[in-house]
């Protein structure tokens, strides 16, 4: 065995997304990853327009940027310095910070959103906690989980770990996946469910949205039905919640 880390070996979420962070934003400003972005953007913006907001995984920035567009204040927090890194290069006001210890006062903001980062978490209940103890009452939170009731998952499980890094491969950090209800039943008791969302939700693969033509339309399909029963089989199952006044 190589004394090094190889490709699979475990890794702290740190080094993980501190080795990943060089190459992270490759072509993440079209296709499928731009698609993602947006779509997430446009579902915060739903409750943060005008708002004080926190995202909770934050890493380069590249959701928040477009948060800070409409929202009172956007602050993002990260695990990774070197993503963190490039969250500074674009303007944004970051921290490092462990989602299970949040470095804000109790009921600070009125909106806390976190993507594509709980899912990587040991400790998830203690990061639902604690992003709870920073919004406001009233407050609301959006939050997503990697669906087990997905083609996303499907294809995961047939095809193995994507490499994404020199040093790592998607399997050296935690990867929960889990239902809709499963993801219900961790909710803190301070949180309501307001609704849901899907995204990603007919992409096969990524690839899908580069082909001309093919592209424009799983896009459309994946904004017109990120809001319907489809959303139940999305990769990314999202949740509209608010904290109890």
Not at 60 to 68: E, K, R, S
Not at 125 to 142: F, H, N, Q, S
Not at 187 to 199: M, N, T, Y
Request: proline share 4%.
């Amino acid at each position: 065995m190589p004394s090094s880390k190889s490709k699979s070996s475990s890794a702290s979420n740190r080094e993980y997304y501190d080795a990943f962070a060089s190459s992270y934003d490759h072509g993440r400003d079209r296709g499928y990853h731009r698609l993602i972005d947006q779509q997430a953007s446009a579902l915060v913006r739903r409750f943060a327009e005008g708002r004080s907001v926190l995202e909770v995984g934050c890493g380069t920035g590249l959701i928040l940027q477009q948060v800070a567009k409409f929202a009172k204040e956007a602050r993002g927090v990260d695990l990774s310095p070197n993503m963190l890194e490039q969250a500074c290069s674009r303007g944004l006001q970051v921290a490092q910070a462990d989602c299970r210890e949040l470095p804000f006062p109790a009921a600070h903001f009125d909106v806390v959103y976190s993507f594509k980062v709980l899912a990587h978490v040991r400790e998830y209940k203690k990061a639902l906690d604690e992003m709870t103890r920073v919004l406001k009452p009233g407050g609301k939170m959006i939050i997503d989980s990697y669906n087990r009731n997905s083609l996303r998952y499907l294809i995961k499980k047939s095809f193995g770990p994507r490499k994404t890094s020199v040093a790592f491969d998607e399997q050296a950090i935690l990867t929960r996946f889990v239902t809709p209800q499963e993801m219900k039943a961790e909710l803190p008791h301070e949180l309501r469910i307001l609704g849901r969302a899907g995204i990603r939700i007919f992409t096969l693969h990524p690839m899908m949205l580069r082909v001309p033509g093919l592209a424009a339309f799983v896009e459309s399909l994946e904004w017109h039905f990120m809001d319907s029963a489809m959303a139940d089989f999305a990769g990314f199952y999202v949740l509209f919640l608010e904290r109890s006044p």
